[in-house]
């Protein structure tokens, strides 16, 4: 092969646009189920939020950015967001909302399944949240326990 024959090579380069995050406004009417999570620690090590700080975790910059990931991947189906965190409870209160509407006798399968396969695991591992709970909660890999109720207005 002649060491000219890509000489001209810059003439074909076309630089990759980042796709444009469009932080789309959340609007509740696109979905057709709401629900209201409470979610807490599995065999915690901490009394309150607060004290996540000890074991080098940032609990609202960890769920923020977890959420955004999960909302990004997820915005055709589902969307999160945190209605209330405080430094001084034990657990924090999300909101899910479905685009399709979930029958109660699946809505159990379905809110474990998003918290103890699709989140749980960005939180315990790229999170360190593992460094939150103790032991049992180590030995069999969870992280939440849950409760959820629908929302209706």
Same mark, same amino acid.
């Given at each position: 092969m002649n060491g000219n024959f890509f000489a001209n090579y810059k003439e074909f380069i076309i630089y990759p646009l980042e796709e444009q995050k469009v932080n789309?406004?959340?609007?509740? /009417?696109?979905?057709?189920?709401?629900?209201?999570?409470?979610?807490?620690?599995y065999d915690s090590l901490l009394s309150n939020w607060g004290e996540a700080n000890k074991y080098e975790v940032e609990v609202k910059e960890s769920i923020e950015k977890?959420? @955004?990931?999960?909302?990004?991947? /997820?915005? @055709?189906?589902?969307?999160? /967001?945190?209605?209330?965190?405080?430094?001084?409870?034990?657990y924090f209160v999300l909101s899910l909302s479905c685009k399709t509407k979930i029958e109660n006798q699946e809505a159990n399968d379905r809110i474990s399944h998003i918290v103890d396969k699709i989140i749980s695991n960005p939180f315990y591992v790229g999170q360190s949240w593992f460094r939150l709970i103790g032991d049992k909660g180590r030995v069999i890999r969870k992280l939440f326990c849950f409760s959820f109720r629908e929302y209706t207005v």
């Open positions: 789309k406004e959340f609007d509740p /009417q696109e979905y057709a189920t709401h629900y209201i999570l409470t979610l807490s620690l977890v959420l @955004e990931e999960f909302n990004n991947t /997820q915005k @055709e189906i589902y969307n999160l /967001q945190v209605l209330e965190l405080e430094s001084d409870k034990s």
